[in-house]
């Protein structure tokens, strides 16, 4: 017998993160595209980049902290929203 059969080969996407059997969890695409819709509409109603920040970090963070992959730390969710939200001159560190 197979010692990968009825293992799944590939990673699959399930409740907002990706499942790979040989690495932490990800947030899936869904999950990211949300994050960045959700941050539009914060900034389009006058949120600061601070208030902006705070969202990224509590939703990076949120329930999961020991199992979701931290890599590039917050900084790096923090310039995908930036980037998709066009917003240029923001500090990256705060």
């Not at 990706?18 to 899936?28: A, F, G, N, Y």
């Not at 969202?55 to 963070?61: A, D, E, G, K, N």
């Not at 979701?68 to 998709?84: A, S």
Request: net charge positive.
């Amino acid at each position: 017998m197979d010692p990968t059969e009825g293992r799944a080969n590939g990673c699959i996407d399930f409740l907002g993160y990706q499942i790979h059997p040989d690495r932490k969890l990800r947030p899936s695409a869904t999950s990211l595209h949300r994050l960045t819709e959700r941050a539009r509409r914060l900034y389009e109603q006058g949120a600061s980049l601070t208030r902006l920040r705070q969202y990224v970090t509590r939703w990076l963070l949120g329930g999961l902290d020991e199992l979701v992959t931290t890599k590039g730390d917050v900084t790096r969710y923090w310039v995908y929203v930036l980037k998709h939200l066009h917003i240029s001159g923001a500090t990256v560190r705060t």
